[in-house]
Structures are given as structure tokens and as C-alpha cells.
């Protein structure tokens, strides 16, 4: 949710109108977003996975002007998908709802036999599969234990201008 969030404000500061749709909003919320969406009114429309199959979504659905389906954190399709977020699992049903739209599946962490199920799991006949290596000379990483975490995060964080994500091995840590 924070991902489209964050996403959907770069878009409208940059003047090209976006939105978003997720399970936090209330039902009329929803509705005028679609509608809008349905209007034209949108250059990007964001949803997360499980907004997909919604009876809502579905009548609206062949009045939307899809001109590209993108799917991010596609290896939420194989790896996680069914447990974690089945929905992913119904992306493929979508596609067979927009024959012709052109469907992206991104993901940072695919291994072959993982792309191979997303290619499958989306009903891609002729999927162009772009690689990179993990390795990334922008990012930095380093492990560090220490017995005062939170002092540890703010004397790392000071006078620090990029951004940056700290993991901890459980929520309460």
C-alpha cells in the first residue's frame, strides 16, 4: 500500500494523472475511483492484487481503456502466491479478460525456474525475459549488531541525505 502511495504522489507531482484502489478504502471511495478510471481521467491506476476478482472491478472492467498490464513483485506468482497472496494466482484469469493488452511482469528476485512459473502462471506464449545480475553497485550493504538499536539507527541515519532500508529479524526488534 505504501509502494502505490508513494508511487501514485511522484506520478501526480509530475502532472500525470494516477490513483490507486486497495482493501483500506471504503466502498464508495472504490466506486469513484473506477468511475473516474472509467472516464479517462487516469494515466495509471494501481491495484493490489486482491481488487482484481472484486464484483465491483469486474462489471467496470470492459468499460477501462487497459492499454498495459503491469505486474509488480511478480514473484508473489510462484514463490509466495499460494500462500501469501493468492490473487497473484488469478492475474493470469485477468489477461485472458484483455486479449491484446500488453502484459509486464516485474520482479527483483527471480530465479529461472521462478520466471518460469510466472510466464506460465500469466499465460505468456512469447515472454521477452530481461535478466540483471542481483549485484548492484548503487546499493550498500552491511550488517551490524549492537545493544542499542535505536541509537544505532539514529546515529546512522544522521546526516544522511539517500535513502535507505534497515531489516530487523522480527517486528519487536
Known amino acids: ?46 491495484l493490489a ?4 476478482q472484486t464484483e465491483m472491478f469486474q462489471a467496470r ?17 510462484s514463490q509466495w502466491g499460494y500462500d501469501f497472496r493468492p490473487a497473484y494466482l488469478q492475474i493470469g484469469d485477468l489477461r485472458e479478460q484483455l486479449p491484446g493488452v500488453p502484459t509486464i511482469a516485474l520482479t527483483a528476485s527471480a530465479p529461472p525456474q521462478v520466471a518460469i512459473d510466472i510466464v506460465d502462471k500469466l499465460h505468456m506464449a512469447q515472454p521477452r525475459i530481461f535478466r540483471k545480475s542481483f549485484r548492484r553497485e548503487n546499493l550498500t550493504y552491511e550488517v551490524r549488531a ?20 534497515i531489516y530487523a529479524r522480527t517486528r519487536k526488534r
Open 1 to 46: 500500500i505504501a509502494l502505490m502511495e508513494d508511487q501514485v504522489r511522484n506520478l501526480n507531482e509530475r502532472g500525470i494523472p494516477a490513483t490507486f484502489i486497495n482493501s483500506s478504502q471504503p466502498y464508495h471511495t472504490i466506486d469513484h475511483k473506477l468511475q473516474m478510471a472509467m472516464d479517462g481521467k487516469y494515466r495509471f491506476l494501481y
Open 61 to 77: 472492467l470492459p468499460q477501462l481503456d487497459v492499454r498495459l498490464l503491469a505486474v509488480d513483485e511478480a514473484h508473489c506468482i
Open 49 to 52: 492484487p486482491d481488487r482484481l
Open 146 to 165: 549492537s545493544d542499542d538499536i535505536p541509537g544505532l539507527i539514529l546515529r546512522y541515519l544522521k546526516g544522511r541525505d539517500e535513502a535507505g532500508i
